[in-house]
T-cell receptor, first 114, second 110 residues
Framework: GAGVSQSPSNKVTEKGKDVELRCDPISGHTALYWYRQSLGQGLEFLIYFQGNSAPDKSGLPSDRFSAERTGGSVSTLTIQRTQQEDSAVYLC????????????FGSGTRLTVV | KQEVTQIPAALSVPEGENLVLNCSFTDSAIYNLQWFRQDPGKGLTSLLLIQSSQREQTSGRLNASLDKSSGRSTLYIAASQPGDSATYLCAVPNDYKLSFGAGTTVTVRA
């Protein structure tokens, strides 16, 4: 597509429920990233996918967080047993190559855990 | 580890003034530097991407310079408008991740 698409744009969930956030990157972009931005905070790296390589999961804050990327394209970030501290804007980005190309971000998913 | 700093943290100017936003980074071995704009509660919009071999990039009223040796980049916004009010972030690749500055929040008063 023309840009990085994220869905849903907003999600309100009850504490303890599981949520799935979706990211559809730019066609042909081999690298995909998830970041999190809590209210008033900077961007926190979560996970990185590059082609068929094993993802870098070093930024995932706990084992309640997981992500997958199917067919080298669409990615899903899953948060199990959500907690109030998970409330944030989750941003997805893609790029053509790991470092030489620019990054294109989606408009984000605002997650609110009540 | 790459550290990115943005000064000032906030800026308020009357409409029509030129804006100067500064970004510094500690490791000069960068491939590129990217400037983003973020509106409250929204995603990041890419403004300019400067490759390490370039000294500046221009898009409309925006101009970004890059001095790799000194670890600095400056974003200039000419003839500011109220619609320019947003947070501006600079970012450099750190391995394959992006290291972001904390941003400069700009308010342009009508």
């Amino acid at each position: 597509g023309a840009g990085v698409s994220q869905s849903p744009s907003n999600k309100v969930t009850e504490k303890g429920k599981d949520v799935e956030l979706r990211c559809d990157p730019i066609s042909g972009h081999t690298a995909l990233y998830w970041y999190r931005q809590s209210l008033g905070q900077g961007l926190e790296f979560l996970i990185y996918f590059q082609g068929n390589s094993a993802p870098d999961k070093s930024g995932l804050p706990s084992d309640r967080f997981s992500a997958e990327r199917t067919g080298g394209s669409v990615s899903t970030l899953t948060i199990q047993r959500t907690q109030q501290e998970d409330s944030a804007v989750y941003l997805c980005a893609s790029s053509l190559v790991g470092q030489g190309g620019g990054y294109t971000f989606g408009s984000g998913t605002r997650l609110t855990v009540v | 580890k790459q550290e990115v700093t943005q000064i000032p943290a906030a800026l308020s100017v009357p409409e029509g003034e030129n804006l100067v936003l500064n970004c510094s980074f500690t490791d000069s071995a960068i491939y590129n530097l990217q400037w983003f704009r973020q509106d409250p509660g929204k995603g990041l919009t890419s403004l300019l991407l400067i490759q390490s071999s370039q000294r500046e990039q221009t898009s409309g009223r925006l101009n970004a310079s890059l001095d790799k040796s000194s670890g600095r980049s400056t974003l200039y916004i000419a003839a500011s408008q109220p619609g320019d009010s947003a947070t501006y972030l600079c970012a450099v690749p750190n391995d394959y991740k992006l290291s972001f500055g904390a941003g400069t929040t700009v308010t342009v008063r009508a």
